[in-house]
């Protein structure tokens, strides 16, 4: 009768559950965080170490989190938890970004603008807590995915003292010179009834009329000559212009030509009968003329246009003298090489007038006849006998082709789709408008040349940001910081009201100013008397009503929230994503410039955009949206987390319920492996069972061994955020290293082998020292997961894996090892071989399994000897019966197997001569009689 020997192996035990079940675990030890004051506890850990700053960059208090914060939050926190593993003090204060249109917008939806329900002050008020409860709904879940940070204590825009310190970083942009006053052409949002950042502009198609408009000389004559033709009687001379925005043409000042392009005098189609020349581009005319229906290019006379300048033209439509001038800007890439000239309507336009004087000769209605709703002020003079004032300029596009068809002065009309700048919020085409503003300039203290110094001394990931915002950079025009908004801080400054010069003390009161708002908010700006400062010069001088940009006021978070709490500039990293080269990097960038003129960061890493796994933007319109509530409500947090790591977030960001579940299997395998390691170390206490480095079998050093050369290269893609190669190297390792060859060999010695043998100690200190390795590798990464692990480890700890540093119990293989990685690499190759041979077998029904085989290894003579004194534990890496290795006179080697005849012992399976022989146990074999009774077997090699 059978003796029932279970009662002797040492099989696992561990209560760390098979199952995460972590949308139950997760907020269970998230309450337990906050009740312990999980981050105050780490910083508190951390003291005395060296600072790593990532500076949180500011998400808009607005409506609940997507997939994109997510992404954004989980990224920042998995690099600030591997800096504490790295040994440094990492603070993390989470912002927000809290004034701006959109809420403005909410509030208006349901109170009115201001004046109709609320005051101004009221209205800033219901601002102020619209922010501050989206803030509340959102940190919820930022809190949920698993991010620590100081969410007690975070920083926000709408914060007194915040607004304060941005005050104060604008005097002293001030003092330095950065700051100009003038009637520039800005992005305009008639919708927003304000002016727009650059970052606040996107480009999308838009149909547009394209129309060809001839500008008459004053004196064809005069200007023919020019060409050195001859002007036949009756024929009329043009400069045909060309433009996809009708709308301008009241604000049209000039033509511009380009001063290095040649231009010819050709013969063009006729003006009610009458015959009309008209100035091109060489190098455009065939193509304008073919517009025209002319298919011959008669040519009169060449010029070149730097010859033009001053020759004057009739405004197509108003009597109005049109200076042909000369600019830069005009290409002969399209059009007819003349740009008509609008300085109300665009930079490039405004830039040349301005060096013309062009701006002195006319009103600011003549420049810029447009209000700011989009509609041409009272004053605007009618196209003939077509009215235009009160007309929406959208509208005006089709109405002046009828008035130019009419008067015989357009040469062509079409309809074209082409890019067109948009507002972000609306989506709604936008337009430029000459409007006093306030701007930093980029050039008059030279804060471009500045800028793109610094760009230099950045680190860049990935490197071709650093290209990107230089690009942006080096073209951007004046950065317009003011906005015509209620909700937002004041440009507390006072101009005169005839000169319109700043107050020469201005940054002193802004300072002052400044020092009343931290007390009692931005309202005392619009309350305050101006005789309190200015005391009789008061009547002298207007309050500026405009508020800053809200790109101003994150640009300036360096200042107001880094410097204010004490940590040090430059931040080292900013982390956002790739469309904030243009956004939030470059406002830093320019204010950190202003202010220090230094970068206010050391590196930038950016991310990518979520989309479907077909590539396509998620959205509710397409339904292919998955919010990270619903991941963490099915799957948990940790799921998300590991998607996260393990995406290569450079680029676009691919989600769909399949990648999730591949994503969810690959932590189940993470976790089972997790579970196998504490399973085999139950009843192991390393402060009496931990086993030294060079006292332990050779498997277990090497495993050891392995796991060191793992953590060096976890810790270096940490270091150099590369968290999809160390989910990848994770997973190779649970899979490869541990699964199907460490916890599968270590088995035996685990399960049969005495207690308190070396053996099994040896692989219990191995896998001890694995899994508080293993532990930390995946703390940044699955944070709930670690803490988990954490509990179960054998041993005192401290009390969260989050204050332990990397694992320094791990070491590689000394030199002199008796096995070194180069031969335990052989061996493995030789256990791939023995594989393929007993495959077949096993298919063919010849073995049951490995260990019914017997294995012969024909080597060479010189690896013969080197493997032959580990033959009798070869068994056990191949998990097989006998090994036997011969030399033979060859260069390969040869792997034969056959079944076994020996019997089998019950209690560890292997086929041993010498099962049956001690009587009281006439099912084992000799080890493992001696493993139950006696002194037990020892292993050296597996």
């Given at each position: 009768?059978?003796?029932?020997?279970?009662?002797?192996?040492?099989?696992?035990?561990t209560?760390?559950?098979?199952?995460?079940?972590?949308p139950?675990?997760?907020p269970?030890?998230?309450?337990?965080?906050?009740?312990?004051?999980?981050?105050?506890q780490?910083?508190?850990?951390a003291?005395?170490?060296?600072?790593?700053?990532?500076h949180d960059?500011?998400?808009?208090?607005?409506?609940?989190?997507?997939?994109?914060?997510?992404?954004?939050?989980?990224?920042?926190?998995?690099?600030?938890?591997?800096r504490?593993?790295?040994?440094?003090?990492?603070?993390?204060?989470?912002?927000?970004?809290?004034h701006g249109?959109?809420?403005?917008?909410?509030?208006?939806?349901k109170y009115?603008?201001?004046?109709?329900?609320?005051?101004?002050?009221?209205?800033?008020?219901?601002c102020?807590e619209?922010?501050t409860?989206?803030?509340?709904?959102?940190r919820?879940?930022?809190?949920?995915l698993?991010?620590?940070?100081?969410?007690?204590?975070?920083?926000?825009?709408?914060?007194f003292?915040?607004?304060?310190?941005?005050m104060?970083?604008?005097?002293?942009?001030?003092?330095?010179?950065?700051?100009?006053?003038?009637?520039k052409?800005?992005?305009?949002?008639?919708?927003?009834?304000?002016?727009?950042?650059?970052?606040?502009i996107e480009?999308?198609?838009k149909?547009?009329?394209?129309?060809?408009?001839?500008?008459?000389?004053?004196?064809?004559q005069?200007?023919?000559?020019?060409?050195?033709?001859?002007?036949?009687?009756?024929?009329?001379?043009?400069?045909?212009?060309?433009?996809?925005t009708?709308?301008?043409?009241p604000?049209?000042?000039a033509?511009s030509?380009?001063?290095d392009?040649?231009?010819?005098?050709?013969?063009?189609?006729?003006?009610?009968?009458?015959?009309?020349?008209?100035?091109?581009?060489?190098?455009?005319a065939?193509?304008?003329?073919a517009?025209?229906?002319?298919?011959?290019v008669?040519?009169?006379?060449?010029?070149?246009?730097?010859?033009?300048?001053?020759?004057?033209l009739?405004?197509p439509?108003?009597?109005?003298?049109?200076?042909?001038i000369?600019?830069?800007?005009?290409?002969?890439?399209?059009?007819?090489g003349?740009?008509?000239?609008?300085?109300?309507?665009g930079?490039?336009?405004?830039?040349?007038?301005?060096?013309?004087g062009?701006l002195e000769?006319?009103?600011?209605?003549?420049?810029?006849?447009?209000?700011?709703?989009?509609?041409?002020?009272?004053?605007?003079?009618?196209a003939?006998?077509?009215?235009?004032?009160?007309l929406h300029?959208?509208?005006?596009?089709?109405v002046?082709?009828?008035?130019?068809r009419?008067?015989?002065?357009l040469?062509?009309y079409?309809?074209?789709?082409?890019?067109?700048p948009?507002c972000?919020?609306?989506?709604?085409?936008?337009a430029?408008?000459a409007?006093?503003?306030?701007?930093?300039s980029?050039d008059?203290?030279?804060l471009?040349?500045?800028?793109l110094?610094?760009?230099?001394?950045?680190?860049w990931?990935?490197?071709?940001g650093?290209a990107?915002?230089?690009?942006?950079?080096?073209?951007?025009?004046?950065?317009t910081?003011?906005?015509?908004?209620?909700?937002?801080?004041?440009?507390?400054?006072?101009?005169?009201?005839?000169?319109?010069?700043?107050?020469?003390?201005?940054?002193?009161?802004?300072?002052q100013?400044a020092?009343?708002v931290?007390?009692?908010?931005?309202?005392?700006?619009?309350?305050?008397?101006a005789?309190?400062?200015?005391?009789?010069?008061?009547?002298?001088?207007?309050k500026?009503?405009?508020?800053?940009?809200v790109?101003?006021?994150s640009?300036v978070t360096h200042?107001?929230?880094?410097?204010?709490?004490?940590l040090?500039?430059?931040?080292?990293?900013?982390?956002?994503g790739?469309?904030q080269?243009?956004?939030?990097?470059?406002?830093?960038?320019?204010?950190?410039?202003?202010?220090?003129?230094a970068?206010?960061?050391?590196?930038?890493?950016?991310?990518?955009?979520?989309?479907?796994?077909h590539?396509?933007k998620?959205?509710?319109?397409?339904g292919?949206?998955?919010?990270?509530?619903e991941?963490?409500?099915?799957?948990?947090?940790d799921?998300?987390?590991?998607?996260?790591?393990s995406a290569d977030?450079?680029?676009?960001?691919?989600?769909?319920?399949?990648i999730l579940k591949?994503?969810?299997?690959?932590?189940r395998?993470?976790r089972n492996t997790?579970?196998?390691?504490?399973?085999?170390l139950?009843?192991f206490?390393?402060?009496r069972?931990l086993?030294?480095?060079?006292?332990?079998?050779?498997?277990?050093?090497?495993?050891?061994?392995?796991?060191?050369?793992?953590?060096?290269?976890?810790?270096g893609?940490?270091?150099?955020?590369d968290?999809?190669?160390?989910?990848?190297?994770?997973?190779?390792?649970?899979?490869v290293?541990?699964g199907s060859?460490?916890?599968?060999?270590?088995?035996?010695?685990?399960?049969?082998?005495?207690?308190?043998?070396?053996?099994?100690r040896?692989a219990?200190?191995?896998?001890?020292?694995?899994?508080?390795?293993?532990?930390?590798?995946?703390?940044p990464v699955?944070?709930?997961?670690?803490?988990?692990?954490?509990?179960?480890?054998?041993?005192?700890?401290?009390?969260?894996?989050?204050?332990?540093?990397?694992?320094?119990g791990?070491?590689?293989?000394p030199?002199d090892?008796a096995?070194?990685?180069?031969d335990?690499?052989?061996l493995?190759?030789?256990?791939?071989?023995?594989?393929?041979v007993?495959?077949?077998?096993?298919?063919?029904?010849?073995?049951?399994?490995?260990?019914?085989?017997?294995?012969?290894?024909?080597?060479?003579?010189?690896?013969?000897?080197?493997?032959?004194?580990?033959?009798?534990?070869?068994?056990?890496?191949?998990?097989?019966?006998?090994?036997?290795?011969t030399?033979?006179?060859?260069?390969?080697?040869?792997v034969?197997?056959?079944?076994?005849?020996?019997?089998?012992c019950?209690?560890?399976?292997?086929?041993?001569?010498?099962?049956?022989?001690?009587?009281?146990?006439?099912?084992?074999?000799?080890?493992?009689?001696?493993?139950?009774?006696?002194?037990?077997?020892?292993?050296?090699?597996?």
């Amino acid at each position: 009768m059978s003796q029932d020997y279970k009662a002797t192996l040492n099989l696992p035990a561990t209560d760390f559950p098979m199952r995460g079940d972590l949308p139950k675990r997760e907020p269970d030890t998230l309450a337990r965080w906050e009740r312990d004051g999980l981050y105050r506890q780490l910083r508190e850990n951390a003291k005395g170490r060296p600072l790593f700053v990532l500076h949180d960059g500011p998400p808009y208090a607005n409506g609940a989190i997507h997939l994109g914060h997510a992404v954004n939050k989980i990224l920042k926190d998995i690099i600030v938890k591997s800096r504490y593993l790295a040994g440094f003090d990492a603070p993390y204060i989470p912002g927000w970004d809290c004034h701006g249109l959109p809420i403005e917008i909410a509030i208006e939806k349901k109170y009115g603008k201001v004046g109709v329900k609320l005051d101004a002050t009221e209205f800033r008020q219901k601002c102020r807590e619209y922010a501050t409860a989206q803030i509340d709904l959102q940190r919820r879940d930022f809190k949920r995915l698993g991010v620590v940070g100081d969410w007690d204590n975070p920083y926000k825009s709408l914060d007194f003292r915040f607004e304060a310190n941005e005050m104060r970083a604008l005097a002293r942009i001030v003092d330095n010179g950065h700051l100009a006053r003038g009637v520039k052409p800005v992005h305009w949002c008639f919708d927003c009834g304000s002016a727009l950042a650059e970052a606040e502009i996107e480009y999308q198609d838009k149909v547009s009329p394209a129309v060809d408009v001839a500008y008459a000389a004053r004196d064809g004559q005069a200007l023919a000559a020019l060409f050195g033709a001859g002007l036949p009687a009756g024929v009329e001379v043009a400069v045909p212009i060309w433009t996809t925005t009708p709308w301008t043409l009241p604000a049209s000042l000039a033509v511009s030509l380009g001063p290095d392009l040649d231009y010819v005098l050709v013969e063009g189609p006729a003006r009610d009968g009458q015959p009309r020349w008209l100035v091109l581009a060489e190098a455009l005319a065939a193509t304008a003329l073919a517009r025209y229906g002319i298919d011959e290019v008669v040519v009169h006379g060449r010029a070149p246009g730097a010859a033009l300048d001053g020759v004057l033209l009739a405004h197509p439509f108003y009597d109005r003298d049109i200076p042909v001038i000369l600019g830069d800007h005009v290409s002969a890439e399209d059009g007819t090489g003349a740009v008509h000239t609008a300085p109300g309507h665009g930079q490039e336009d405004y830039v040349v007038a301005r060096q013309y004087g062009l701006l002195e000769r006319y009103n600011a209605s003549q420049i810029n006849p447009v209000d700011g709703r989009g509609v041409y002020l009272p004053t605007t003079p009618p196209a003939g006998d077509t009215v235009l004032a009160g007309l929406h300029i959208w509208k005006a596009n089709d109405v002046l082709v009828e008035v130019l068809r009419g008067n015989g002065t357009l040469l062509a009309y079409a309809r074209i789709e082409h890019s067109y700048p948009h507002c972000w919020r609306h989506k709604t085409p936008v337009a430029f408008r000459a409007t006093p503003q306030w701007f930093i300039s980029m050039d008059q203290n030279h804060l471009r040349a500045d800028a793109l110094t610094a760009i230099e001394g950045v680190r860049w990931y990935p490197a071709w940001g650093q290209a990107r915002i230089a690009g942006m950079v080096e073209g951007r025009p004046d950065w317009t910081i003011s906005r015509q908004r209620t909700w937002g801080v004041p440009i507390a400054l006072f101009i005169h009201r005839v000169t319109g010069d700043l107050h020469p003390r201005s940054t002193e009161l802004m300072r002052q100013v400044a020092d009343r708002v931290e007390q009692d908010g931005i309202d005392v700006w619009y309350s305050l008397d101006a005789r309190e400062l200015l005391g009789e010069e008061a009547e002298q001088y207007d309050k500026v009503t405009d508020i800053l940009d809200v790109w101003f006021d994150s640009g300036v978070t360096h200042e107001a929230v880094l410097a204010d709490r004490g940590l040090p500039k430059p931040a080292d990293l900013y982390l956002e994503g790739s469309d904030q080269h243009r956004g939030w990097f470059q406002s830093s960038l320019l204010t950190g410039v202003a202010l220090d003129r230094a970068a206010p960061y050391r590196q930038c890493l950016t991310h990518g955009f979520t989309v479907d796994e077909h590539g396509r933007k998620m959205s509710k319109s397409l339904g292919n949206g998955i919010e990270p509530q619903e991941i963490m409500k099915t799957l948990g947090a940790d799921i998300l987390r590991l998607w996260i790591a393990s995406a290569d977030y450079s680029n676009e960001m691919s989600l769909s319920q399949e990648i999730l579940k591949r994503n969810a299997d690959a932590y189940r395998r993470i976790r089972n492996t997790a579970r196998f390691l504490l399973g085999n170390l139950h009843g192991f206490d390393p402060a009496r069972d931990l086993r030294p480095l060079d006292d332990m079998v050779a498997l277990d050093r090497w495993i050891v061994h392995r796991a060191w050369e793992l953590q060096e290269k976890i810790a270096g893609a940490y270091e150099r955020y590369d968290f999809a190669e160390i989910v990848q190297a994770l997973l190779n390792f649970c899979s490869v290293d541990l699964g199907s060859l460490y916890l599968d060999v270590t088995k035996d010695r685990l399960y049969t082998m005495a207690a308190d043998s070396r053996g099994r100690r040896s692989a219990q200190s191995a896998m001890y020292r694995v899994a508080e390795a293993f532990v930390r590798w995946i703390a940044p990464v699955l944070s709930f997961t670690a803490d988990e692990l954490w509990g179960y480890l054998p041993g005192e700890r401290a009390g969260n894996v989050l204050f332990a540093t990397w694992y320094d119990g791990l070491a590689p293989l000394p030199a002199d090892a008796a096995l070194s990685p180069a031969d335990f690499e052989q061996l493995l190759v030789l256990r791939e071989q023995v594989a393929k041979v007993l495959e077949p077998m096993r298919a063919n029904g010849v073995i049951g399994a490995a260990l019914d085989a017997e294995i012969t290894v024909a080597a060479d003579a010189a690896t013969a000897a080197r493997w032959q004194p580990l033959a009798e534990e070869l068994r056990f890496l191949f998990i097989s019966g006998d090994v036997t290795v011969t030399p033979a006179s060859t260069d390969d080697i040869f792997v034969s197997a056959q079944p076994t005849s020996k019997p089998k012992c019950v209690r560890c399976w292997h086929h041993r001569d010498d099962v049956g022989t001690d009587p009281r146990h006439p099912e084992l074999c000799g080890r493992c009689v001696s493993n139950i009774e006696g002194p037990g077997e020892d292993r050296r090699w597996f």
